[in-house]
């Protein structure tokens, strides 16, 4: 089945720095990569997915980018808040018999000082 | 996501008791999902249903059970047989079993007394 690792697991930028985190998935059939902002005890929210149809996607402050030959994909926040301050997830789309499955990294905490 | 709701915010479960968590979408979504979340870890799914009277187990389905007798609703009992049951339950739907997209519930805070 589909592996997702996330790095880093713990992030701290100062407000107004670029935050970067990184994705590697195993399975090359995958072709959906979304990304999810989780804050303290809330659900996940979707910020940015991106098909392995497209290179890169972009949406104000956020960005993914994905190289499907090297299996990899990252999400870019530039001019960082103290509200962007979550945990975050990527995820990756994969098969599972006639349905599709999202296999999710283990998080990355992202801490935004002021 | 607004119209997905869970049910209760935080569950008790004393030793040997089986507890029910509930989960409601008027999205007129088919599929549905239900994930464990753990400090520190991503979400592990546990089942998912993609139509009325169907649902499949996810990764870590053992000590668990589902049920989809309606579009809107899918409950998740946690057995006896789960030992370590303390997480963060979350239920998620979507349009169809092909749209990747998924939208989550707010989420039940299992605990063990």
């Known amino acids: 089945g589909e592996n997702v690792e996330q790095h880093p697991s713990t992030l701290s930028v100062q407000e107004g720095d670029s935050a970067v985190i990184k994705c590697t998935y195993s399975d090359s059939a995958s072709n959906y990569f979304p990304w999810y902002k989780q804050e303290l005890g809330k659900r996940p929210q979707l910020i940015i997915d991106i098909r392995s149809n497209v290179g890169e996607k972009k949406d104000q402050r956020i960005a993914v980018t994905l190289n499907k030959t090297a299996k990899h994909f990252s999400l870019h926040i530039t001019e960082t808040q103290p509200e962007d301050s979550a945990v975050y997830f990527c995820?990756?789309?994969?098969?599972?018999?006639?349905?599709?499955?999202?296999?999710f990294g283990s998080g990355t905490q992202l801490t935004v000082l002021p | 996501d607004g119209g997905i709701t869970q049910s209760p915010k935080y569950l008790f479960r004393k030793e040997g008791q089986n507890v029910t968590l509930s989960c409601e979408q008027n999205l007129n979504h088919d599929a549905m999902y239900w994930y464990r979340q753990d400090p520190g870890q991503g979400l592990r799914l546990i089942y998912y249903?993609?139509?009325?009277?169907?649902?499949q187990k996810g990764d870590i389905a053992e000590g668990y059970s589902v049920s989809r007798e309606k579009k809107e609703s899918f409950p998740l009992t946690v057995t006896s047989a789960q030992k370590n049951p303390t997480a963060f339950y979350l239920c998620?739907?979507?349009?169809?079993?092909?749209?990747?997209?998924?939208?989550f519930g707010p989420g039940t805070r299992l605990l063990v007394l």
């Open positions: 249903s993609q139509i009325v009277n169907d649902f």
């Open positions: 998620a739907s979507s349009y169809n079993p092909r749209e990747e997209t998924q939208y």
């Open positions: 995820a990756a789309s994969s098969r599972g018999g006639s349905a599709r499955q999202l296999t």
